[in-house]
């Protein structure tokens, strides 16, 4: 599988965002595909996550209410829709997948992308 992250760019504190994962290479329709984040000298985080069955979606506290994960499985994309954007927002923004256990750690997820700066100005 690979992925490919795009969508990122300069915005001002309070305004949107909407970033791409593309996958290719095998069915991911099954897999578990979220989004994780890495600010200059911090760990990657979690930020998102959507599964089968149902499209249940699980948020990180500091993104719930503001970002939005879905995915469209006929053209093998995932998105992050995000609003309300603050500076701490600040970070490359990676996507995941993989058949997980534990849905906030990224050890547990096989594939990632390369990664989209996203960077938000106050």
């Known amino acids: 599988v690979q992925l490919q992250a795009s969508g990122g760019g300069l915005v001002q504190a309070g305004g949107s965002l909407r970033l791409s994962c593309a996958a290719s290479?095998?069915?991911?329709?099954?897999?578990?595909m979220a989004w994780f984040r890495q600010a200059p000298g911090k760990e990657r985080e979690f930020v998102a996550v959507?599964?089968?069955?149902?499209?249940?979606?699980t948020y990180a506290d500091s993104v719930k209410g503001r970002f939005t994960i879905s995915r469209d499985s006929a053209e093998n994309l995932v998105y992050l829709q995000m609003s309300s954007l603050k500076p701490e927002d600040t970070a490359v923004y990676y996507c995941?997948?993989?058949?997980?256990?534990?849905?906030?750690?990224?050890?547990?997820?096989?594939?990632w992308g390369q990664g989209t700066q996203v960077t938000v100005s106050s």
């Open positions: 995941a997948a993989g058949y997980v256990r534990h849905l906030t750690i990224k050890r547990e997820y096989d594939y």
């Open positions: 290479g095998r069915t991911f329709s099954t897999f578990y």
């Open positions: 959507i599964r089968r069955p149902g499209d249940v979606t």
